[in-house]
């Protein structure tokens, strides 16, 4: 989270005001009881916001990611309750537009429309922080191919992405409740895809013995996700940041992961084998492109094994837009797992359909995903939403923190 620019702040401040202003006289038009005590209430409360905000104005940042979480639940307390200030406004000045218009007894009722809307915003927004991004999910996917080896056949394979230790500081009791569910389930392979961290890997040292816990017979393999190479840090010398990702790699080898960095790893079972791909971080813009998936396995057919031979295929890839534009093109790698998109920390569930903003940013945002490529082979993936969060410490409607049951079938 970088320091607010002060023309941000000066619009916030001016629309705070506003809000506040309308509302008071909301209250001066239509309050019939307690009409002085609702006035020396609402401007108390303003008064206690417009001192937040002069907080966060005048906020320092340093280095540490930890000192900064104070800043955004002070953010996130202001949009609680400005959100809902907003929608109520708006309903209200809707509602005071029709009763200019219509004849005899003239009634407001956009007060009452705007009332109980903003304050269901307001829970749904606090159900969010204290129960959504607490309950853990577990999403099981079954991969059916002929490309599975028989020593494969019901092969399972844990998935966890986006995990953000940083936005809980020193708290571990999230993480270490989605270590044990985790292990709970058995996996034979444990894949993690990218964004451990915020900013800097030293968010990760309050983690490091619970996430050392986990457990499976093949392994815990993961690779690196935007947040993770520093790029969100304003480093003082070119060398921090070489430094920072330097300990990147030596903590997850320390806590028993295989950190895949444009490679590959050879899962061999009862001489059947499965192979493992791991590409570093494959970013659009504004994202710096660190993956390289000709390096981690060859295009080149003339290869002894290459993207488009007849073994089955696993990658690992922090960022969904990297199968949708090269992989599902070029390559019959059978799955991709991805993450990157938490859908946007917001997903609604109407009687099945799922919505969420993430939609306007990702052709692919969440669940399973097939497409053939230019030799009509099958490429699948699948985008899990993350377990952790990032810029608010919330997760709305059915965005769950997930985990993800991946099935091996041979058909």
């Known amino acids: 989270m970088r320091g607010i620019p002060l023309i941000s702040m000066i619009i916030i401040f001016v629309l705070t005001l506003l809000l506040d202003s309308y509302i008071l006289w909301d ?59 907003l929608i109520y406004c708006i309903s209200s ?5 029709f009763k200019s218009m219509r004849k005899g007894r003239k009634i ?20 969010g922080t204290f129960f959504t991004r607490n309950e853990i999910i577990v999403e099981n996917v079954d991969i059916v191919s002929d490309k599975v080896p028989a020593a494969f056949n019901g092969y399972r394979i844990v998935q966890f992405s986006d995990a953000h230790v940083g936005t809980w ?25 990218g964004d451990i961290v915020n900013r ?8 490091l013995r ?24 304003q480093w003082k010398f070119p060398s921090a940041r070489d430094s920072n990702n330097a300990l990147m790699a030596i903590w997850q080898k320390q806590i028993g992961w295989d950190l895949i960095n444009n490679g590959r790893r050879f899962i061999t079972h009862n001489r059947d084998s499965i192979v493992l791909i791991g590409v570093e971080n494959w970013g659009e813009p504004p994202f710096r492109q660190y993956g390289r998936l000709g ?70 945002w969440k669940g399973l995903y097939e497409r053939k490529n230019e030799n009509g082979d099958t490429t699948r993936l699948y985008v899990n ?17 997930e985990l993800t049951q991946i099935t091996l079938k041979r058909k």
């Open 27 to 85: 209250i001066l038009t239509y309050c019939r009881r307690r009409k002085k005590l609702c006035i020396c209430i609402h401007v108390v409360v303003t008064v206690l916001f417009l001192g937040l905000l002069t907080v966060v104005a005048t906020w320092r940042e340093n280095s540490d990611e930890r000192s900064i979480l104070p800043l955004m639940w002070m953010l996130y307390v202001y949009a609680s309750v400005y959100v809902p200030k």
């Open 93 to 97: 000045g809707i509602g005071r537009l």
């Open 295 to 364: 390096d981690a396995y060859p295009l080149c057919r003339d290869s002894i094994y290459n993207l488009n031979d007849d073994r089955f295929k696993i990658l690992l890839s922090h960022n969904p837009e990297h199968w949708n534009r090269e992989v599902s093109k070029t390559t019959n790698v059978d799955i991709t797992l991805s993450g990157h998109t938490h859908a946007m920390q917001i997903v609604l569930d109407f009687f099945g359909y799922e919505w969420s903003p993430s939609k306007w940013r990702y052709p692919q």
């Open 108 to 127: 407001n009722y956009g007060i009452y429309i705007g009332t109980p809307l903003s304050l269901i915003v307001f829970i749904f927004m606090w159900w």
């Open 169 to 193: 500081g020193n708290d571990t009791t999230f993480v270490s409740r989605l270590v044990d569910r985790i292990n709970s389930m058995k996996p034979e392979l444990i894949v993690f895809t």
């Open 210 to 233: 619970i996430l050392s816990r986990l457990q499976a017979p093949d392994g815990v393999y993961s690779v690196l996700g935007n947040h993770d190479y520093g790029d969100y840090m």
């Open 200 to 207: 800097e890997t030293s968010e990760m040292e309050p983690f």
């Open 385 to 401: 939403i993350g377990c952790g969060e990032v810029g608010i410490p919330a997760r709305f409607g059915t965005a769950y923190p």
